[in-house]
Structures are given as structure tokens and as C-alpha cells.
């Protein structure tokens, strides 16, 4: 079993930045692969980034490339996402998973899931 915990949630402004992090309670933290999801009011849930499991392979969606950063330590069993230039459509709950073995970028994939934190951005 894997348990999630989200912290660095918060209300910024635009252009802001923002750093997100994900611990995880597990001895085999290498054994898996991370996302990061978000969802908006009304919205589904979407995929943000992911990374393997030894942080070689990184995977953004085309909403977030160029101003968000994922990474991990499989030494601390964490995983953070540092966001740039936050713009007020980044404004959702975010989400961070876990999945054995594979990366991937579909959230029915991961199924392991942390409580969400809320990341709002004011114009």
C-alpha cells in the first residue's frame, strides 16, 4: 500500500510561482512511477507531469511545458512540482499518483492517489 500526502497548496497571483510537494509512505518508492494531476471545477481530471522511476524520463502536458518542473528523490521518498508563471487557468485541485513500474500520462492508469491540494491564481 501507498499512501500520498500533497502540501504546498496556496492562493497567488498571476505569474507567481508555486512548489509543490508529495511525500509518500512506502519502502519501494523507486519501484514507482509519479504523476501529477489536477482538476478544476467542472472539469476532469487532467494530466499535469509524470516521471519515471528514476526521474530519467519527465512528461509534461503541452498546457504546463516550458513553466512547471517535475522531479523526485528516491532518497527522501518525495516528489515536487515547482511551477512558474502560474497562470488563473492553472487554478484546480492538484494531485499526485503513483503507479508500479510504468510511466504514464492517463490518470485511470495510477492507482494510487493522494488527497489533492488547492492551488489557486488570482488575475
Known amino acids: 500500500q501507498v499512501q500520498l500526502v500533497e502540501s504546498g497548496g496556496g492562493l497567488v497571483q498571476a505569474g507567481d510561482s508555486l512548489r509543490l510537494s508529495c511525500a509518500a509512505s512506502v519502502r519501494t518508492f523507486s519501484f514507482y512511477a509519479l504523476g501529477w494531476f489536477r482538476q478544476a471545477p467542472g472539469k476532469e481530471r487532467e494530466f499535469v507531469a509524470s516521471?519515471?522511476?528514476?526521474?530519467?524520463?519527465?512528461y509534461y502536458a503541452d498546457s504546463v511545458k516550458g513553466r512547471f518542473t517535475i522531479s523526485r528523490d528516491n532518497t527522501k521518498n518525495t516528489m515536487t512540482l515547482q511551477m512558474y508563471s502560474l497562470k488563473p487557468e492553472d487554478t484546480a485541485v492538484y494531485y499526485c499518483?503513483?503507479?508500479?513500474?510504468?510511466?504514464?500520462?492517463?490518470?485511470?492508469?495510477?492507482?494510487?492517489w493522494g488527497q489533492g491540494t488547492q492551488v489557486t491564481v488570482s488575475s
Open positions: 499518483a503513483a503507479r508500479l513500474m510504468v510511466v504514464s500520462t492517463t490518470p485511470n492508469d495510477y492507482h494510487y
Open positions: 516521471i519515471s522511476r528514476d526521474g530519467a524520463g519527465t
